[in-house]
């Protein structure tokens, strides 16, 4: 007789370029189609399993995308290396029990969270921002575990929001100056600047 239980959840790591933060990627959709970052463990009550993350004492930042949990690690934690064993199989565990990731309806009564979804009140312009972001940003931030969400735009200056890997890393200001900045102003010639807005 076969046992049609939980699959079987295999985790691997990806570093990122963000030496704070590593990339575990499950063989499993954690949030599809979506992402969530929690900051600390304060902002983590929509999600049972960064709440649990945060239990661990080096872990210090939680997003959570499709198919990848990106955590950032206390300055003072010497070496991932010494701490991926026990979030692997943390991690292994509770996706094998069916736990939940994220709560969708805690989520929707948080404050409105920044989106790269188009609006029907969005105007012209945000729109093509938006577009740019979701389908040229994206996949490129997420290989490195991170996201860039579209926050406001006004008088040419585009706000985003940085956040998994992307947040606090060395290499993000240059990514979005040279890269993002560079695309947009050439792409929609509205935009004259992007920053990044600290959460």
């Avoid at 930042?61 to 991926?84: H, P």
Wanted: with cysteine; charged share 25%; net charge negative.
């Amino acid at each position: 007789m076969i046992k049609t239980g939980n699959p079987v959840i295999s985790i691997y790591t990806e570093m990122t370029p963000n030496p704070e933060t590593m990339k575990f990627v499950a063989n499993k959709l954690l949030y599809p189609g979506k992402s969530i970052d929690f900051a600390d463990e304060a902002s983590a009550k929509p999600s049972p399993l960064a709440q649990e993350l945060f239990t661990f004492p080096f872990i210090k930042a939680v997003f959570i995308a499709s198919n990848f949990i990106t955590l950032t690690k206390t300055s003072d934690t010497e070496d991932w290396q010494d701490v991926i064993p026990s979030i692997k199989t943390f991690l292994k565990e509770y996706l094998e029990e069916g736990k939940a990731v994220v709560n969708d309806e805690e989520v929707a009564a948080m404050k409105s969270e920044s989106s790269n979804t188009v609006s029907a009140d969005d105007d012209d312009v945000v729109k093509r921002i938006k577009e740019l972001l979701e389908n040229y940003v994206k996949p490129a931030v997420e290989m490195d575990g991170g996201a860039i969400q579209f926050k406001s735009y006004e008088d040419g200056k585009v706000n985003l929001m940085m956040q998994g890997s992307c947040s606090g890393c060395p290499s993000s200001m240059i990514t979005l100056k040279a890269g993002i900045e560079g695309m947009m102003k050439r792409m929609i010639p509205e935009v004259k600047e992007v920053v990044a807005e600290a959460e």
